[in-house]
């Protein structure tokens, strides 16, 4: 049986995406976090590869730390190549 996600937790996962989908740059990814209370890395990078419609961003290889993870995956959101996939 799959996990059964609160109602506030979708509002406020479909308010973040509308939010980040207008952002263009690091600053305002993170205002947007910021704003939203949204202060777990894991959480973070699980917004902005749903913003980016994938699972995974493969790039760097070998093993990365959760930060690391998040700048890159942040780096690919900001530079927007995505955009034009979805």
Do not use: H
Request: hydrophobic letters at 40%.
């Amino acid at each position: 049986m799959g996990t059964i996600i609160s109602a506030e937790t979708i509002k406020i996962t479909e308010g973040a995406k509308k939010q980040l989908f207008r952002c263009t740059n690091e600053t305002q990814v993170e205002k947007v976090f910021t704003d939203l209370g949204i202060t777990d890395i894991a959480a973070k990078i699980e917004l902005i590869r749903c913003c980016m419609q994938v699972e995974n961003v493969y790039a760097v290889p070998g093993v990365q730390t959760p930060e690391e993870t998040y700048r890159e995956d942040l780096s690919f959101f900001v530079e927007g190549a995505w955009r034009q996939l979805i």
